[in-house]
């Protein structure tokens, strides 16, 4: 190993150098590899679909994993079947820097077996792959965690800062293990003054020349989840009232469809807009350096909204994704509900867009219903420049070299919120490569991950990993100097 101690101004970090950015031991990187997808496979066939979720079995799979490797672990639940699973790698020379917290969940959206083309919860391991839902999204990152952690534990390396590792319940619905673990049990996360959490991967882009864009999220958009309730007469359908509940909340819908939220830059967007422009062509660069400006929104707006992605980091979005009415093909109903799932940018005040959502419907006869946990509060981005984000930076430029990093805002939530809302800077980023069908199955159909990419996440989380716990050659390391 060759160390090299280089300050590097703003982030106050160190660096060491690598042969290969690897473990100071060299790994049998095929046989982490295949002890991960056997860990994953099995992680896999667990259905804990949220709700109602059934994580404890998945936890205790992964303590057992642990446990197996030295790691001391404990399995708590906050409520019952509801498991969490917490370990801590501890520094071998404290060096006064507080834990890193890598986070994961445990809970899987539903999958319908008749759309896949193989079972969901399979967990096969063929054909280069792992197959199953949660393979990317997040068990996946879940199993690479503790490969990595255990190849640092092994590789007998000084660590001046401890390691903390969660995987918890519910994150696909409400998060609730991470709240309760951060309720709970604030100590036993580190506490964190860091997360390394899921949310973002490497992609390669056509409009970017073909260069891969490493995209570590920094912020996310928050879920506002509303209902619209509307009542009116009802009676036998062959004798059509004049203002029903249907046709009511169809004219609501109909107003909110039509409504294009505003498209407005946060600095976080902006950031990676600017890092972008060095690699698209020039007409293209000249609208990303300049996508905040209200004239180049105005004149090349459909640029900014060009994909789904992109329109939903510029602007708050609504998804009208449950509608409930009727119980009879012959009865006019009472009563209709449809269900709204809104995105709203880092720093959109949620009251403020509800003004607007009822100035939109424009039928105080259309009830609004706030969701039971209160509006979600504005929740800073947080900065790039961070040795976490250094490191991850730094060792996929060596496994996919010549590629572009940039902080992103995500377009869906992740438990990440919760600690930023403490103060508590969270990144997110699974190290694989993946194209727009593979990053697809997420949440989508036939999710699975190439044994290529499954060993990529491993040796880079292993490497970020000795990065960002070499002791520092200040502060106190067990006493002394």
């Not at 079947?81 to 520094?91: C, D, F, K, S, T």
């Not at 951060?182 to 100590?187: P, R, S």
């Not at 509060?377 to 976490?388: G, K, N, R, T």
């Amino acid at each position: 190993m060759r160390l090299c101690w280089l300050r590097n101004g703003a982030l106050l970090g160190l660096t060491f150098c690598l042969a290969a950015g690897a473990p100071a031991r060299g790994e049998d990187w095929q046989a982490a590899r295949d002890r991960a997808a056997q860990l994953l496979s099995g992680m896999i066939r667990i259905e804990s679909v949220n709700p109602p979720g059934g994580e404890t079995p998945a936890a205790r799979l992964l303590a057992d994993a642990l446990t197996g490797r030295g790691i001391e672990n404990q399995v708590l639940e906050g409520a019952p079947g509801r498991g969490n699973v917490v370990a801590r790698l501890p520094a071998t020379h404290p060096d006064g820097r507080g834990p890193i917290l890598l986070l994961s969940h445990l809970d899987v959206v539903p999958a319908d077996p008749e759309a896949w083309a193989f079972p969901p919860f399979s967990g096969a391991i063929r054909d280069g792959h792992v197959f199953g839902r949660g393979a990317l999204d997040d068990k996946g990152h879940g199993v690479v965690f503790v490969e990595a952690l255990a190849l640092l534990h092994e590789s007998g390396r000084p660590r001046g800062r401890d390691l903390v590792f969660a995987a918890t319940a519910g994150e696909e619905v409400d998060g609730a293990g991470a709240i309760w673990l951060i309720e709970n049990h604030w100590d036993l996360l580190g506490p964190p003054v860091a997360v390394w959490n899921e949310g973002g991967a490497s992609t390669s882009l056509p409009e970017a020349a073909g260069r891969i864009v490493h995209s570590i999220a920094t912020g996310e958009k928050r879920s506002l989840w509303l209902t619209l309730v509307t009542h009116g007469e009802g009676g036998h359908g062959s004798t059509p009232v004049a203002d029903s509940a249907n046709d009511r909340l169809i004219r609501a819908l109909a107003r909110i469809s039509e409504w294009e939220t505003p498209i407005r830059i946060t600095p976080g967007v902006g950031l990676a807009m600017q890092r972008l422009a060095e690699t698209l062509p020039p007409l293209a660069a000249f609208v990303a350096r300049n996508a905040g400006n209200p004239l180049v929104q105005l004149l090349a707006g459909d640029r900014l909204t060009a994909s789904r992605t992109l329109n939903a980091m510029v602007r708050d979005t609504i998804s009208i994704t449950v509608l409930k009415s009727g119980l009879k093909h012959n009865v006019i109903p009472r009563r209709a509900e449809a269900r709204l799932d809104i995105r709203l940018l880092p720093d959109t005040d949620a009251a403020a867009f509800i003004r607007m959502l009822e100035t939109v419907i424009d039928d105080p006869e259309v009830e609004i219903v706030l969701p039971e946990r209160g509006l979600p509060p504005v929740i800073p981005a947080s900065p790039a420049e961070h040795e976490i984000f250094a490191a991850i930076e730094a060792e996929m430029e060596r496994s996919l070299p010549g590629g572009v990093t940039v902080p992103v805002q995500a377009n869906g939530a992740t438990d990440s919120l919760f600690f930023r809302a403490r103060g508590v800077p969270a990144y997110g980023f699974l190290p694989v490569q993946v194209d727009a069908e593979l990053g697809g199955t997420m949440h989508g159909l036939d999710e699975r991950i190439p044994l290529v990419e499954l060993e990529r996440a491993v040796r880079v989380t292993t490497a970020v990993l000795a990065r960002i716990t070499q002791p520092s050659d200040s502060g106190p390391s067990d006493g002394k100097r």
